[in-house]
């Protein structure tokens, strides 16, 4: 971890600070919260913005560093007998007050921590952090007082988008993505158009769809996602001249740009099949092939998994219509089918995955998941 002093940065924080109360508790700023100005022509020779950040209080000397926390790496709790100022630079964090809930902290984002507030912050699992520290010093020349070591859960901690503590009940919504994902593994355009206009009649969003054949490239290949994509695309352009406003829906939450997605890749193929980290960080086939270890945990597992605007649930019942509907992978469906039971769909749930299949895809597809599905340990 590197420190270093920036005097002009002493300057130009302590001549924006005013005099206030501090709260009782850690106040998170987001990015997208700070309010943009535009800066005044008269005094800039082209275009410029600020924002300002939310003041910080102090009463003298103010010490401000820059500190780079590599992947994984947090701090102990700690306490500032005049508080803290943070703001994050580079990457994606996380910090915790003592007694409430661990956030997450990216580039852009702003914390005050009062004055003794217990807390920690660092770096994500899968990303490094940096963040500029503003620390107002006490009299005695002091500014932390360091305790114990944060203890963190030893196993991965990846972007929870499904909880399988709750139960799940599937939806129109998600049952729509079955025949979709299916008819275009195995190329039936002809199919796949009323089955994308039945999506977006159940509430899928035109994001969410363009999503299935960006995940399902990795399972069907390339030709198959294009041509769904390109399909889609004319339909859309349909609907518009039919005055059919479609839905856009949300687009994915960009990771920082030095996301360790091997590392994350790990993680989430560890929460996906309920294993310990360390058994799905080992390279596949005792790396007989690390360009398809690496696809398979950077890009599969990690990149594609982490876009969220398609939760795991629902990227899962993608893969499992993929690969029913191609027939002749059943160990790979058998892998699919145990993790969309792990994202806690049970028995009665799972039976609407292989009568959606048979009602509205074929079913041969259907029977053959069925057999997979009654063979499931």
Known sequence: MKHRINTLLVMSAV??????EAPAQQQLTPASQHEVTQAPASHFSGQANFSRFPVM????????????????????????????????????????????????????????????????????????????AITPVATDGQSVTWLEKVALPTEAKVSAQANSSTPVV?????????????????????????ALIQGLENGLTVNEIKEVFAHQYAYAGFPRALNGMLTFKSLLEEREKQG??????AMPTNLPENTNYYQLGSETLAYLNKTPLAERSQPLFDNF?????????????????????????ERELVVVSTLAALGDVNA??????????????????????????????????SRNAQNVLQQLK
């Open 244 to 249: 059919i406003k479609d839905i856009p829906g």
């Open 15 to 20: 001549s924006g600070m005013v005099w206030a």
């Open 57 to 132: 209080p102090s009463q003298g000397d103010v010490a401000p560093a820059i500190v780079n926390f590599e992947r994984g790496t947090i701090s102990n709790w700690h306490t500032h007998p005049h508080g803290q100022y943070l703001i994050v630079t580079e990457g994606e964090g996380r910090t915790q007050e003592w007694g409430k809930a661990t956030q997450t902290i990216r580039k852009g984002d702003t914390i005050w921590c009062p004055p003794n507030v217990k807390h920690w912050h660092g770096a994500s699992e899968h990303s490094s952090m940096s963040h500029i």
């Open 170 to 194: 599937l939806s129109q919504k998600q049952l729509s993505l079955i025949p979709i994902a299916a008819f275009n593994a195995t190329g039936d355009l002809e199919q796949l158009k009323p």
């Open 289 to 313: 092939s690390p360009t398809i270890d690496h696809a398979l945990k950077a890009h599969l597992f990690g990149y594609l998994f982490s876009r969220d605007n398609l939760a795991y649930l």
């Open 332 to 365: 790979q469906l058998t892998s699919h089918l145990r993790i969309t039971r792990n994202l806690g769909v049970d028995k009665t749930q799972m039976q609407k995955i292989i009568t959606t299949l048979e009602k509205d895809v074929d079913p041969a597809v």
